[in-house]
Nanobody, 119 residues
Framework: QVQLVESGGGLVQPGGSLRLSCAASGRAFSFYAMGWYRQAPGKQRELVAVMTSGGSTDYADSVKGRFTISRDNAKKAVYLQMNSLKPEDTAVYYC?????????????WGQGTQVTVSS
């Protein structure tokens, strides 16, 4: 079992920056792929960025070059540095931990943190 708690959201002006944090508790954090997703009002939840247990990363096209995902396995934490924020980045951002094999599949979510980009 993994519990995830996000923090760092808030109101920021266009062009500004925010850093989201996700603190995890539970076992085997380093074996999980960690991701950030977001959901805007009236839209489906979408992948923003993901980092595998091996350190590989992938980003949504809309955030490439502006957002950076990182993780600290010793602290059981994952971060999302968001720069050059745009109004269309406004959403609830969720932290996700995922791990699977042929015998099991684990998928955990945090409660979300609101990010609002507005002047």
């Amino acid at each position: 079992q993994v519990q995830l708690v996000e923090s760092g959201g808030g109101l920021v002006q266009p062009g500004g920056s925010l850093r989201l944090s996700c603190a995890a508790s539970g076992r085997a954090f380093s074996f999980y792929a960690m991701g950030w997703y977001r959901q805007a009002p009236g839209k489906q939840r979408e992948l923003v960025a993901v980092m595998t247990s091996g350190g590989s990363t992938d980003y949504a096209d809309s955030v490439k070059g502006r957002f950076t995902i990182s993780r600290d396995n010793a602290k059981k934490a994952v971060y999302l540095q968001m720069n050059s924020l745009k109004p269309e980045d406004t959403a609830v951002y969720y932290c996700n931990a995922a791990r699977s094999s042929s015998r099991y599949e684990y998928d955990y979510w945090g409660q979300g943190t609101q990010v609002t980009v507005s002047s």
